[in-house]
């Protein structure tokens, strides 16, 4: 896991808003589960066959059965209700990036389907919101706008507020990320992965001082990717205070595990602070040696 993230200018913005979302197929996947009947509990007069393949979790047959359906008669709530979710189901189980984003797109266009024939319900407000924060950063508004929906009716899900909150990061507005990262908290949810969320939220507002306290933790532990993304903000927290020692030996440690464009450009940051061009762009040369796209490295070359 790995992202690319610092002060400054609008870009560098951008790089630090990717840090919420490393990890995040585990992260939701395991809040997700047990959320798989949420809105069925009142469609009665579902049919056996499609509530069996719903059970079953055989969510490639249920898209096909609806599918099916749907070509005969395209307002069958059922099938678009049925086939919405396993389209977003399917896409949550996908590796391979553009099949995943295939099966989120059918998935939102089964709901807005849906939604020309009934209400908007917090239910299926709560699951479009999470289809469009699955589509990427460009759909963050309208993740935030369905999700608070739901949350402004009342509706309750083991995963709302994680995904409000990372949708919020990826809106840039960090004291909301942090409020519902620390009202999931208040709520028993704990992981480290929500950990590092809540202090990313809470460097990005200043807060050093309690992030530190969430990372250190991680940054000791025996999780190797928990340990290197809490080494890397560590070392980012302590550069942007201007405790350059500190952040140098979190940096330094950080690659003795497991080498890191990111921290190799902290580290050519902060020896450029410190006058030393050469070091600075040796730093410079190998975090483009680790990841050639290396935007913020490159730029750093160039200029110096």
Do not use: C
């Amino acid at each position: 896991m790995s992202a690319l993230y610092v002060s400054g200018s609008s870009g560098r913005r951008r790089g630090r808003r990717s840090f919420f979302f490393i990890g995040i197929g585990v992260f939701l996947s395991l809040i997700l589960a047990g959320g798989a009947f949420f809105f069925w509990k009142n469609e009665e007069t579902m049919s056996q066959s499609l509530r069996s393949l719903l059970e079953a979790g055989d969510y490639i047959a249920l898209k096909d059965e609806t599918e099916g359906i749907l070509e005969e008669n395209p307002i069958d709530q059922h099938a678009l209700l049925l086939n919405a979710y396993a389209n977003f189901m399917l896409g949550m189980g996908e590796i391979e990036e553009e099949q995943r984003q295939e099966f989120f797109d059918a998935s939102i266009v089964a709901f807005r389907k849906l939604l020309i024939l009934r209400s908007l319900t917090p239910e299926i407000a709560y699951m479009l919101g999470k289809a469009y924060f699955h589509k990427g950063e460009f759909y963050a508004d309208l993740s935030s706008y369905y999700l608070d929906y739901a949350l402004s009716k009342g509706y309750e899900a083991a995963d709302l507020l994680e995904y409000l909150g990372l949708s919020a990061a990826r809106e840039g507005d960090y004291s909301k990320s942090s409020e519902f990262f620390l009202r999931a908290k208040d709520q028993g949810k704990d992981s480290p992965l929500l950990d590092l969320a809540l202090a990313r939220s809470l460097i990005e507002l200043g807060d050093y001082d309690r992030a530190h306290d969430l990372l250190l933790p991680l940054a000791e532990q025996s999780n190797r990717e928990y340990q290197v993304e809490a080494l890397l903000l560590l070392g980012e927290l302590h550069y942007r205070a201007q405790r350059y020692e500190d952040a140098r030996d979190y940096l330094e440690k950080l690659v003795q595990i497991q080498e890191s464009a990111e921290a190799y450009f902290y580290l050519g940051e902060i020896a450029s602070h410190a006058g030393d061009q050469i070091k600075a762009r040796s730093f410079w040369r190998k975090a483009l040696q680790i990841n050639p796209n290396h935007l913020l490295s490159l730029e750093r070359l160039s200029a110096h």
